[in-house]
């Protein structure tokens, strides 16, 4: 079978290099940073450096793919999809596009095409494991997901490092947070509502509001559903000060005589900030809580996630994102997972013979969810 990946960032080359292992696929990656290619030679069959940007290319790179895997920053994420419904490719789509794709359920329909999205860690594995869970409970009450990846070592004023752009991590900062309360959809500014974690092993995390619940306000009648980003402490209180005094704002504003937009300035400022150097440790953590009846009683189920950087040096960033969209490939080559449609991770969750195959792929490389059941009154 023939797979083409889409993107050679820190994501798609573990997904590349991942499915490369198997010798039933041959690996076809595109991008436009030749460094990223360069280091994927060898452990794929093929590579093409090419901008992405430019739907015909995309329309090129995947005329003979039988299955697509698309690991393209956000931005390009909802029309790139588009173009690959439209030529008819099955795809897993790890982009995390800022549009709603269930919007593009008609095209895919239309063309008979599967598509697999949010396919990674959060959203990806949250949304299978709160799909699975509430499938299982006679009635699912709340669903609450926490998330964040992290240096190990903290260092001020940020205590932060970022796998992914400054750019991309500031968008997360900037739309209203959407989650739902006791049946009822509320927005409020991300950023706030701030409570604390302990984990294991870690200490204490903040959490706080993010738009992270994407399709579940779609696809659960879950009635209270919750997603929270987590830093070390005194983090989102330091960044909404820089919300606050304008520094992510989007039109130019004149300096000296020239215009400068505050998002790009202040995204230059932090990349070597934000950037984790050769060598430099981190660690994602992710907890979900279900809440719910289930076998005449009340239960809260707790699934923890706790990785660091694996000893090749690959960040836990990078395998927790990539890793479920490998399994999700596979099942698609199998036959395993069909369409046609648009297909987001808590829908194949509530099947308990694919969500034991997500879980048993993780488990196959090192990733490793653990489940806790309480009995709760009320």
Do not use: C
């Not at 690959?84 to 359920?105: A, C, I, K, Y």
């Not at 669903?143 to 500031?170: C, M």
């Amino acid at each position: 079978m023939k797979i083409t990946v889409l993107g050679a960032g820190m994501v798609g080359s573990v997904i590349a290099a991942d499915l490369a292992k198997d010798n039933r696929f041959s690996v076809h990656v595109w991008d436009a940073s030749a460094a990223s290619l360069e280091a994927l030679k060898g452990r794929v069959l093929q590579t093409t450096k090419a901008d992405l940007s430019d739907p015909r290319v995309v329309a090129s790179a995947v005329e003979d793919a039988d299955l697509v895997v698309q690991a393209l920053p956000g931005f390009l994420g909802f029309r790139t999809l588009r173009v690959l419904l439209e030529r008819g490719r099955n795809t897993v789509d790890v982009s995390f596009m800022p549009e709603d794709v269930l919007s593009l359920q008609g095209l895919a329909r239309a063309h008979g095409v599967t598509a697999v999205v949010d396919m990674g860690v959060a959203p990806g594995m949250s949304n299978l494991l709160v799909g699975r869970e509430a499938a299982r409970m006679d009635k699912a009450e709340d669903a609450h997901i926490f998330v964040g990846g992290l240096p190990v070592e903290r260092t001020l004023p940020f205590q932060y490092k970022a796998p992914f752009s400054p750019v991309d991590v500031i968008e997360e900062y900037m739309r209203p947070s959407r989650f739902r309360l006791n049946g009822r959809t509320v927005v409020m500014p991300p950023l706030t509502d701030r409570e604390y974690l302990d984990f294991p092993g870690v200490g204490t995390l903040e959490a706080f509001l993010t738009d992270g619940l994407r399709t579940l306000m779609h696809t659960m009648e879950v009635p209270t559903l919750v997603e929270k980003t987590m830093r070390y402490p005194g983090y989102a209180a330091l960044i909404a000060g820089f919300k606050e005094s304008g520094f992510f704002g989007t039109e130019p504003v004149a300096v000296h005589g020239t215009t400068v937009v505050p998002l790009e300035f202040t995204s230059k400022m932090l990349i070597d900030q934000w950037k984790l150097h050769p060598g430099e440790k981190e660690f994602t953590a992710m907890r979900i809580t279900v809440t719910g009846l289930a076998n005449g009683r009340r239960e809260r189920v707790t699934w923890d996630l706790l990785e660091h950087t694996d000893a090749a040096g690959v960040s836990s960033m990078a395998r927790t994102t990539g890793y479920p969209a490998v399994v999700a490939a596979e099942l698609m080559a199998a036959g395993k997972i069909k369409g046609p449609g648009v297909i987001p991770p808590e829908i194949l969750g509530r099947d308990e013979t694919l969500f034991n195959a997500f879980i048993e792929g993780m488990e196959k490389r090192n990733i490793h969810y653990i489940r806790k059941v309480e009995v709760v009154e009320g």
